[in-house]
């Protein structure tokens, strides 16, 4: 099974050097490994090709596959010879496609054939057929692109197929299940192995010709693998249909033409590159990560070659290069407003925007308040910030109402007759808890103390006293402010006072 | 133990007091009481029946100690005012223990710490009558504390002066809960809004004296306040929220029950702002704008669309030239005039405006040092209905200016001459001021004894003298004061380094006196003190700091005596302090 999944890979991947160099098939299998690489590396150098878009489709790719240098020059070493010169546009280089297409056809025929008549005689063999399917698969798709490129070689808005091509490889190396997981990386930030092709791109004049006349050959470079579909279906699931490209081709097309010059780009994201949750793929052991920055620390840990200052460098932009024009996104949601087509179209600023409006505007709201259980939410922040101020901070009314605003709750009250603001509730708890064992004491404390008071029951002359004594060392007995009392409880040296109300009482 | 004759006796009195109606017995009480406050004490220990009656006479309960409050309101049932203020500490504890007291209808708690919406709670519980809170200085004091007020639906008056934690939610409970408000401070609760004056506009409609001085209130809640129908009072100041954008607001008689408006210390106010409220308010009675801007011509001249303006502060004004010239011209009825601390008033200006304001009754000039002869000269002859006063330090005025003050202003009741270039001659002439009662001549270097004397035989309704640094006085001169003046409350003899114990002796004849300031007279001793002490029981206040002849017996016979004593300033020297009465505040000043 492993074998037979790294030689569909190897063929499928090689097929497109080979389409692009214009070179026969190498099917040697010693040297699948590098023929991968030297692919990759053939099409970053050669994109003035046929199709030259392609490679930075596939620079992208690889700088999410974190390859290492090192290991890239060693592999690609044996298949530098593929690289050809550029070759300008014209009908010997139509001509040398077709024939391609010719061949390559008849190799999947072969193929087939084979299967056809393999599946008569063994029965068993189920990985060997899954295999030659995933093949056959393959070299389909490379027979799409390549005629698809061709194709749109001859008319200005040629990439956008291209684009579409880029999903199908990268499900068919899904399928296959290789350690190289394809991430499709959402950030805008060129990769760097896709900067050090743009100067080379920039040389060949008819790729200036193109980015002048389409106006979006840059920010489609790097945004190439969001474009693309993703049928992440199972596996031997066909390439995405045609059509379909060819309406996205269109609607690239006429967005680009309705916008004022260097305005923005528009891009659109499919549904499920939206909803995946991870972006990043290790190549070794397939672990999904949302950040490249993650990815790159988790690389660590597969060797010391990954360790390198140049393998843990983040991906920096290239100043050499030219600025990226501004992108704006699609919501790929149809009849939405922020959906391209939509009239009074208004695009999102970020693929977080993209992420955040398509789940807020077209998802189901998984996500429920634990606190009210009433609120929900299909962005996971959403219900957090929620639930920081569910059922606190609160204004409220005594009549039960709450409002989120203060002024809100006080046109309420001034409507209606009887209402008041009310506190919340919690506060009020609290203050009560404590003051309550206190005043209970207190009461205690006082009650114990037991004065006896004039008018309440007794007469006799004592009581008076002792009631007076309090009378005038506890309260003035005037009304007003010069007042005065009496000071038993001090010691009073020599000079005793006739004045002094108690001394004519009898003790 | 009473002995049974006594016993006796009491009960044969009794029948008698009964006889008596309580109107009849209060009006008594009140006399005993004007002149000597410890009769009553005397009274109420009479008898049973005198002692309740004293119980039905009091109209003010002032605890020293806020635990035994319940005890206080056992012995008063009927008491109608509670007056926490000499408790610095009231637990929640105290006012929970209150049992119900329907009688008591003013509670003061503006200088007590320590209760929180607990406290409040039980206290509304327990006075349901409750129409007057004083809750300042309450920093304490939160929204939860304000819910608790609220319940108090009688409420009347209400302040919460420095309540800085009070915000809006706090106002509107009380909005709602208190409608029947009339009287509200809200000063320096600098967490109140619009929203909670809106709310308060819309629920309290009786609202008359409204102040929010010191808070952030800006133009938004001019809507509000304008909104209050009875508004009488409105005071405004220091809100530096308040600018010329927010008065332009107003609109034309928006507010025709306003009568006083303070908006002293809004530095952001100028002339337009003033144009503004004075076309708002037509009908105030008084106006005070001290320290706020630049009296202009144009702006003193609005003044006249304020047909019954009585009294205008302007203390502090810049006045520009003509402005008080059309002060005289368009507030004709003005009876009440402050120029205190003005500059730009010269003698030409004030000349002419109080020659065209006849009804003044009321004058303060302090401070306005470029003022002659010739002003007094206007002053005296144009406004003899004068009854009050005040030019300290108008130092280019000569002792022939103060003459005219004696011989024409003889309903002068409040004269400040604080000084200036007074002599004998001239309080002779002052002594045809029969109805004067304040008379302050500090720093009056000039005057001796003799002038003195002069005082004392015409102005026996003297009540204040303030002889503050007038070092030419002596032991006689205070002599004639004392005997002169039997109702004087409060001398002022400060630096009057002549005075002995004499000066003392004689003082402590007047038995009303309450405040005696001595700072600085190092021949006063402790037996001279001890006079006091002895003969002025209502003495309150006493300055004697830096008198080093006195000592420590001195305090002794004060903490003896003085049980109304509520402030000594005296000097570290002194030891025994604390031999005073709890309730005495004792300041300590090294």
């Known amino acids: ?507 | 133990m009473a002995t049974p004759t006594q016993h006796h006796k009491r009960r044969r009195l009794s029948p008698a007091l009964h006889d008596v109606a309580d109107e009849l017995l209060f009006l008594i009480l009140d006399r005993v009481a004007a002149d000597d406050p410890r009769a009553l004490k005397s009274f109420a220990l009479a008898s049973r029946a005198c002692h309740a009656a004293e119980a039905r006479h009091r109209r003010l309960l002032r605890a020293f100690r806020a635990d035994l409050l319940p005890a206080a309101l056992a012995r008063y049932p009927t008491v109608p005012r509670l007056d926490l203020s000499l408790c610095p500490r009231v637990t929640d504890a105290s006012l929970a223990a209150l049992s119900t007291a329907p009688s008591v209808s003013a509670v003061d708690l503006s200088r007590s710490r320590g209760f929180g919406a607990a406290g409040l709670t039980a206290l509304v519980a327990a006075c349901p009558n409750l129409t007057d809170l004083d809750l300042s200085n309450g920093l304490d004091f939160t929204d939860a504390g304000a819910a608790e007020v609220a319940k108090a639906r009688r409420l009347q008056r209400l302040s919460l002066s420095r309540c800085k934690q009070l915000t809006d939610m706090g106002l509107g409970c009380i909005a709602v809960g208190c409608p029947d408000l009339r009287e509200l401070s809200l000063k320096w609760c600098i967490g109140v809004t619009h929203m909670g004056l809106d709310l308060l506009a819309l629920k309290c409609k009786k609202l008359k004296i409204l102040d929010l001085s010191y808070t952030m209130i800006v133009k938004n809640c001019f809507p509000a306040i304008m909104k209050l129908q009875n508004l009488e009072v409105l005071i405004l100041v220091g809100c530096n929220g308040i600018d010329d954008d927010a008065l332009d607001s107003l609109d034309q008689e928006c507010s025709k029950s306003l009568q006083v408006l303070d908006m002293s210390n809004s530095y952001n106010v100028t002339h337009v702002g003033v144009l503004s409220v004075v076309n708002a308010m037509p009908n105030l009675l008084e106006l005070n704008l001290s320290y706020c801007c630049p009296v202009t011509p144009s702006m003193s001249s609005s003044f006249k669309m304020i047909h019954k303006l009585q009294t205008l502060k302007l203390d502090g004004c810049q006045f520009m030239p003509d402005g008080l010239k059309s002060i005289g011209k368009s507030c004709v009825s003005l009876r009440e005039l402050s120029l205190s601390k003005c500059s730009g008033v010269t003698d030409t200006y004030l000349s002419f405006a109080v020659s065209r304001l006849k009804n003044l009754l009321k004058l303060d000039i302090t401070c306005c040092r470029k003022i002659t002869d010739v002003s007094l000269a206007a002053i005296t002859s144009s406004c003899p209905s004068l009854i009050s006063l005040r030019m300290e330090s108008c130092s280019l005025v000569s002792s022939e200016g103060m003459h005219l003050i004696g011989k024409h202003c003889s309903h002068l009741e409040e004269l400040d001459l604080t000084d200036n270039d007074l002599d004998d001659e001239c309080l002779k002439a002052l002594s045809g001021c029969r109805k004067l009662s304040s008379l302050k001549i500090g720093i009056c270097l000039r005057i001796s004894d003799e002038g003195l004397n002069h005082i004392s035989k015409s102005c026996s309704d003297l009540r204040e003298i303030d002889l503050y640094r007038s070092g030419g006085i002596s032991d006689v001169g205070v002599t004639h004061i004392a005997q002169g003046c039997p109702m004087l409350e409060s001398i002022n003899l400060s630096y009057c380094t002549k005075i002995t114990d004499r000066s003392l002796r004689s003082l402590s004849k007047c038995i009303k006196l309450n405040t005696l300031e001595i700072r600085g007279c190092p021949m006063v001793s402790s037996a001279g003190l001890s006079e006091i002490a002895t003969g002025c029981r209502l003495l309150s206040k006493l300055d004697i700091k830096k008198c080093f002849e006195i000592n420590d017996l001195g305090m002794i016979f004060l903490s003896q005596f003085s049980h109304s004593l509520r402030q000594v300033l005296t000097l570290s020297s002194v030891n025994v302090i604390i031999a005073i009465p709890c309730f005495t505040i004792v300041l300590i000043t090294y």
């Not at chain 1, 393999?118 to 056959?136: H, I, M, N, Y």
């Not at chain 1, 114990?448 to 005038?472: Q, R, V």
Request: aromatic share 8%; net charge negative; proline share 8%.
């Open chain 1, 1 to 507: 099974m492993e074998g037979g999944l790294r030689r569909i890979s190897e063929t499928s991947f090689k097929a497109l050097p080979s389409m692009s160099c214009n070179s026969t098939r190498n099917n040697d299998p010693d040297q699948q490994g590098g023929r991968f690489n030297s692919m990759d590396q053939s099409c970053f150098s050669r994109p003035d090709q046929s199709f030259p878009a392609f490679s930075p489709l596939f620079g992208v790719q690889s700088s999410s596959l974190y390859l290492p240098d090192e290991k890239i020059g060693n592999q690609f070493e044996p298949n530098s010879s593929l690289n050809n010169p550029a070759v300008d546009w014209d009908p010997q280089t139509m001509l040398t496609n077709l024939s391609f297409l010719e061949q390559k056809i008849k190799q999947v025929k072969d193929i087939v054939q084979s299967m056809s008549s393999r599946e008569s005689q063994v029965a068993g063999g189920c990985s060997e057929v899954q295999a030659k399917q995933q093949l056959v698969t393959a070299d389909l798709t490379c027979i799409i692109i390549q005629l698809i490129s061709t194709a749109g070689s001859l008319l200005p808005s040629m990439k956008n197929p291209l684009l579409s091509s880029n999903p199908a490889v990268r499900h068919l190396s899904n399928t296959l299940g290789s350690p190289m997981g394809f991430g499709f990386s959402c950030n805008q930030q060129p990769s760097t192995n896709n900067e050090a092709t743009i100067p080379e791109i920039t040389k060949t004049p008819d790729y200036e010709e193109l980015m002048n006349s389409l106006n979006t050959t840059t920010p489609d470079e790097s945004d190439e693998p969001m474009k693309c579909q993703n049928p992440c279906g199972g596996e031997g699931s066909e390439p995405i249909p045609m059509e379909d490209h060819d309406v996205k081709e269109s609607d690239d097309g006429g967005e680009g033409e309705n916008l004022p010059p260097g305005s923005y780009v528009v891009l659109q994201l499919d549904k499920e590159e939206i909803l995946a949750p991870h972006t990043h793929f290790c190549l070794i052991c397939g672990k999904g990560f949302k950040r490249d920055a993650n990815l790159r620390m988790h690389m660590r840990g597969h060797g010391d070659e990954y360790k390198t200052p140049a393998a843990l460098a983040k991906p920096s932009k290239d100043s050499s290069s030219e600025p990226a024009p501004v992108t704006r996104y699609s919501c790929p949601y149809v009849g939405c407003k922020r959906n391209k087509e939509h009239k009074k179209f208004q695009p999102l600023k970020t693929i977080l925007c993209v992420k955040n409006h398509y789940k807020r505007s077209h998802c189901d709201k998984s996500y429920t308040c634990s606190r009210c259980n009433t609120k929900k939410f299909s962005v996971i922040a959403d219900l957090k910030t929620h639930e920081k101020h569910c059922g606190r901070d609160k204004w409220l009314c005594s009549c039960g109402t709450t409002f989120s605003r203060k002024d809100k709750l006080f046109g309420h009250v001034a409507l209606f007759q009887g209402h008041t603001p009310a506190l919340p509730m919690d506060d009020v708890k609290v203050t009560g808890a404590l003051d309550q064992p206190q005043d209970s004491e207190a009461m205690n404390a006082v009650g114990s103390i037991g004065y006896n008071f004039p008018g309440s029951s007794s007469d006799d002359i004592p009581n008076l006293d002792m009631k007076m004594a309090d009378d005038a060392r506890y309260f003035s007995s005037l009304s007003f402010d010069p007042c005065f009392g009496g000071l038993d409880d001090f010691t009073r040296p020599g000079f005793d006072i006739s004045e002094n109300p108690f001394s004519f009482m009898p003790s």
